[in-house]
């Protein structure tokens, strides 16, 4: 069956950088797009960016564009996140989830999600 | 990019029906089909209910089902069950350069 399972999350100062990796099995991975997704301690789920299964595009929320860029690796079934200038706003739990379309593109509904990790940024 | 807007809470008896509305513009709910929903519940990851405004995904209960007026998308959970209690999130496709945009969340709680 389909399995996300994100990891690197940890304590991190303001500033600095951090980068989050989704491993997948169960599917072919290189055939589908990816999100990340986040949910603040205690609040709702906001959409934080997206890649083409091809990496051919991305897309970023406003909140995080020119900080945050998402990339993947096909040949290790990975999916990454790469957070710098981070601030005590992006303390959340980061989830990835597998865009539902496959090789049709992008359709923006997410049918697989990982558990998350948790990623907390404080002095 | 702002979020949809939904209701912070509904509540339910077991049996009953309740509907959860996702109001969002012309920019996105109001502008195309692209409206799923999201279960989410306590320590868990979210799950995907509904999407295309009103297909469910396989797996899913028929007590659900999805439809939009205009700007605004709805959820509506029919025969209420206590396992229905969670939290749940309306998504839609945007045509700003973000291209997706979730709801704020609705606490549904089974009385």
Same mark, same amino acid.
């Given at each position: 069956?389909?399995?996300?399972?994100?990891?690197?999350?940890?304590?991190?100062?303001?500033?600095?950088?951090?980068?989050?990796?989704?491993?997948?099995?169960?599917?072919?991975?290189?055939?589908?797009? *990816?999100?990340?997704?986040?949910?603040?301690?205690?609040?709702?789920?906001?959409?934080?960016?997206?890649?083409?299964?091809?990496?051919?595009?991305?897309? =970023?929320?406003?909140?995080?564009?020119?900080?945050?860029?998402?990339?993947?690796?096909?040949?290790?079934?990975?999916?990454?996140?790469? *957070?710098?200038?981070?601030?005590?706003?992006?303390?959340?739990? =980061?989830?990835?989830?597998?865009?539902?379309?496959?090789?049709?593109? *992008?359709?923006?509904?997410?049918?697989?999600?990982?558990?998350?990790?948790?990623?907390?940024?404080?002095? | 990019?702002?979020?949809?807007?939904?209701?912070?809470?509904?509540?339910?008896?077991?049996?009953?029906?309740?509907?959860?509305?996702?109001?969002?513009?012309?920019?996105?709910?109001?502008? #195309?089909?692209?409206?799923?929903? #999201?279960?989410?519940?306590?320590?868990?990851?979210?799950?995907?209910?509904?999407?295309?405004?009103?297909?469910?995904?396989?797996?899913?209960?028929?007590?659900?089902?999805?439809?939009?007026?205009?700007?605004?998308?709805?959820?509506?959970?029919?025969?209420?069950?206590?396992?229905?209690?969670?939290?749940? #999130?309306?998504?839609? #496709?945007?045509?700003?350069?973000?291209?997706?945009?979730?709801?704020?969340?609705?606490?549904?709680?089974?009385?």
């Amino acid at each position: 069956q389909v399995q996300l399972v994100e990891s690197g999350g940890g304590v991190v100062q303001p500033g600095k950088s951090l980068r989050l990796s989704c491993v997948a099995s169960g599917f072919t991975f290189s055939n589908y797009g *990816m999100h990340w997704v986040r949910q603040a301690p205690g609040k709702g789920l906001e959409w934080v960016a997206l890649l083409w299964y091809g990496g051919s595009d991305e897309y =970023y929320a406003d909140s995080v564009k020119g900080r945050f860029t998402i990339s993947r690796d096909n040949s290790k079934n990975t999916l990454f996140l790469h *957070m710098s200038s981070l601030r005590v706003e992006d303390t959340a739990v =980061y989830h990835c989830a597998r865009d539902k379309a496959g090789v049709r593109g *992008m359709d923006y509904y997410l049918d697989s999600w990982g558990q998350g990790t948790l990623v907390t940024v404080s002095s | 990019q702002s979020a949809l807007t939904q209701p912070a809470s509904v509540s339910g008896s077991p049996g009953q029906s309740i509907t959860i509305s996702c109001t969002g513009t012309s920019s996105d709910v109001g502008a #195309y089909n692209y409206v799923s929903w #999201y279960q989410q519940r306590p320590g868990k990851a979210p799950k995907l209910m509904i999407y295309d405004v009103r297909i469910r995904p396989s797996g899913v209960s028929d007590r659900f089902s999805g439809s939009k007026s205009g700007s605004t998308a709805s959820l509506t959970i029919s025969g209420l069950q206590a396992e229905d209690e969670a939290s749940y #999130y309306c998504s839609s #496709y945007t045509r700003t350069n973000t291209h997706v945009v979730f709801g704020g969340g609705t606490k549904l709680t089974v009385l």
